[in-house]
């Protein structure tokens, strides 16, 4: 069935350094992917919206400049972390969907910064 | 805008008791609605979901909630909580036309004591 595979699960990495997290839609498309942070004892909240081909949404408050993604095609989108400091340190979640369809969840990404 | 409110932060049910974990939503339209649970350090898993018909919505686990549009809520209910069921639940709404985003409540830990 139709799953989103988020990688990697979970990464720690020094302050300053970029991490990159990957979300690929099996067995469908995934034209639009959203994508939310989680911080401890916290909700969800979205971060951005990206559309296949064309550039993401970035909430208020959210720094494009510094969370950089890309979906080049219908079945990969990328969130990159550039320069990550430790208070961006949070549970990273994508969700993909086409249209009205059910959306499906990644199993998130877990990222540490030292 | 949507919202989504979780009144609860902690939910408390000895073991073998129904259980009530209360959601009250605000979408401009009809809204899709949903429950999550997340378990430590985990993803979220999908509960159950109501998008049109009847209002009582049955999920997993044995999980079920009514959707009340007059009072615009939607709380999950199980009749006899398990230790297991012990976990952090998200209540959700999303728009239901396009390709919108999910809006999620704060969250509400459910502890379950034997």
């Known amino acids: 069935g139709a799953v989103v595979s988020q990688h990697p699960s979970w990464v720690i990495c020094k302050s300053g350094t970029s991490v990159k997290i990957e979300c690929r839609s099996l067995?469908?498309?995934?034209?639009?992917m959203f994508w939310y942070r989680q911080f401890p004892k916290q909700s969800l909240m979205l971060m951005a919206t990206?559309?296949?081909?064309?550039?993401?949404?970035?909430e208020q408050g959210v720094e494009k400049d510094k969370f950089l993604i890309n979906h080049a095609s219908l079945t990969l989108s990328t969130l990159t972390v550039t320069s990550a400091h430790p208070e961006d340190s949070s549970f990273y979640i994508c969700?993909?969907?086409?249209?009205?369809?059910?959306?499906?969840f990644g199993n998130g990404t877990r990222l540490t910064v030292t | 805008a949507q919202s989504v409110a979780q009144p609860e932060d902690q939910v408390n049910v000895a073991e073998g008791n129904p259980l009530t974990v209360k959601c009250t939503y605000s979408?401009?339209?009809?809204?899709?609605l949903f429950w999550y649970v997340q378990y430590p350090n985990r993803g979220l898993q999908f509960l159950l979901k109501?998008?049109?018909?009847?209002?009582l919505v049955k999920g997993s686990y044995g999980f079920e909630a009514e959707f009340n549009k007059s009072q615009t809520s939607f709380h999950l209910k199980k009749p006899s909580a398990l230790v297991s069921d012990s976990a952090l639940y998200f209540c959700?709404?999303?728009?239901?036309?396009?390709?919108?985003?999910?809006?999620f409540g704060k969250g509400t830990r459910l502890s379950v004591i034997a």
């Open positions: 969700i993909g969907g086409t249209g009205d369809s059910p959306l499906h």
């Open positions: 067995d469908f498309q995934a034209t639009t």
């Open positions: 990206s559309n296949e081909g064309s550039k993401a949404t970035y």
């Open positions: 979408v401009s339209g009809n809204p899709y």
């Open positions: 109501y998008i049109t018909g009847d209002n």
């Open positions: 959700a709404v999303r728009k239901n036309s396009g390709n919108t985003p999910l809006v």
